[in-house]
């Protein structure tokens, strides 16, 4: 069984940034894609970034491309999202996912049969 947890959210002012971290134990780490999707309150949950199992590749939704960064540290099984810039539309619940799809598949939610529980971000204005 695969476990995720996250954790590092919170309240920030806009223009500000908040870095996540998503803990994942059980099965080989270093095997999985990780995603980061995002729910708003009255929204479909939507996709952030994705980062293939090796981290050679990684995918951004245009709304996010070049104010977060996907990483991963493979010895502590651990994936990052790094939110820099960050706009009262970037308020949200944040889930980080793990999941063994293929490459072209890693922008939908139905590539990660493994979800953690969530974390609140909240951008002020």
């Known amino acids: 069984q695969v476990q995720l947890v996250e954790s590092g959210g919170g309240l920030v002012q806009a223009g500000g940034s908040l870095s996540l971290s998503c803990a994942v134990s059980?099965?080989?780490?270093?095997?999985?894609?990780m995603g980061w999707f995002r729910q708003a309150p009255g929204k479909e949950r939507e996709f952030v970034a994705a980062m293939s199992w090796s981290g050679s590749r990684t995918y951004y939704a245009d709304s996010v491309k070049g104010r977060f960064t996907i990483s991963r540290d493979n010895a502590k099984n651990t994936v990052y999202l790094q939110m820099n810039s960050l706009k009262p539309e970037d308020t949200a619940v944040y889930y980080c996912?793990?999941?063994?799809?293929?490459?072209?598949?890693?922008?939908?939610?139905?590539?990660?049969?493994?979800w953690g529980q969530g974390t609140q971000v909240t951008v002020s204005s």
């Open positions: 996912a793990a999941g063994l799809a293929g490459l072209s598949r890693l922008e939908l939610s139905s590539a990660y049969p493994y």
């Open positions: 059980g099965r080989t780490f270093s095997s999985y894609a």
